[in-house]
């Protein structure tokens, strides 16, 4: 089993910034890789960003590129999202999740891919 808390988030205006992290726990080793998605007020859920567990390879949802930067700390096993110049659009709930399958760099913006996730942070953009 792995066990994921998540931190962050919070109320910021347009232009401003917020940090989230995803702290992992329990079977580490046996994460590939760490996503983060959001859903918004009556959107589905997607994917913003992902990173290996070795930090080898990390990828964005196209709106976010630019903005957002995803990394890994590999002394307290968690994975940050630095969020900048948000928009009212980023408005969501962030939910972090772990992969265990390789098969994470060709699906990984799809949330049956993960296996384990996060309890969700709110982040709420005001213009």
Do not use: H
């Not at 080793?29 to 918004?40: D, K, N, P, V």
């Not at 997607?46 to 949802?61: C, K, L, P």
């Not at 590999?74 to 772990?98: G, I, R, S, W």
């Not at 399958?101 to 709110?122: C, K, L, N, P, V």
Request: neutral net charge; charged residues 20%.
């Amino acid at each position: 089993q792995v066990q994921l808390v998540q931190s962050g988030g919070g109320l910021v205006q347009a232009g401003g910034s917020l940090r989230l992290s995803c702290a992992a726990s329990g079977r580490t080793f046996s994460i590939y890789a760490i996503g983060w998605f959001r859903q918004g007020p009556g959107k589905e859920r997607e994917f913003v960003s992902g990173i290996r567990w070795s930090a080898s390879r990390t990828v964005y949802e196209d709106s976010v590129k630019g903005r957002f930067t995803i990394s890994k700390d590999n002394t307290k096993n968690t994975v940050d999202l630095q969020m900048n110049t948000l928009e009212p659009e980023d408005t969501a709930v962030y939910y972090c999740a772990a992969a265990s399958r390789a098969t994470w760099d060709i699906f990984y913006t799809r949330a049956q891919e993960y296996e384990y996730w996060g309890q969700g942070a709110q982040v709420t953009v005001s213009s």
